[in-house]
């Protein structure tokens, strides 16, 4: 079984920075693509970023595209998400997740992954 547990969210003014991590514990060993995704109230799950177990190969959505930069330290079991140029529309709880299975490249389909954190909140003020 794997752990995840996301920490560094917080408040923080429209146009500002945070990164949140996600760190893993278990069997870690066997952690492939990982992912943040992200749920407002009212609002579907979405997919943020997504990325590859070696960390060559990412996915973004459009909406963070060119704002947001998934990362990871595989020695570390950790992975990161940095958010810039914060909007209030990125107001959510961002939850990490891991796909066991995918050794290849990132995976975007969210029923694909098998474990989740319980998320961290993340509010942005306007």
């Known amino acids: 079984q794997v752990q995840l547990v996301e920490s560094g969210g917080g408040l923080v003014q429209a146009g500002g920075s945070l990164r949140v991590s996600c760190a893993a514990s278990?069997?870690?060993?066997?952690?492939?693509?990982m992912g943040w995704f992200r749920q407002a109230p009212g609002k579907e799950r979405e997919i943020v970023a997504a990325i590859s177990r070696s960390g060559g190969n990412t996915y973004y959505a459009d909406s963070v595209k060119g704002r947001f930069t998934i990362s990871r330290d595989n020695a570390k079991n950790t992975l990161y998400l940095q958010m810039n140029s914060l909007k209030p529309e990125d107001t959510a709880v961002y939850a990490c997740?891991?796909?066991?299975?995918?050794?290849?490249?990132?995976?975007?389909?969210?029923?694909?992954?098998?474990?989740w954190g319980q998320g961290t909140q993340v509010t942005v003020s306007s």
């Open positions: 997740a891991v796909d066991l299975h995918n050794v290849w490249t990132y995976t975007v389909d969210p029923t694909k992954y098998d474990y």
């Open positions: 278990g069997r870690t060993g066997s952690i492939y693509a």
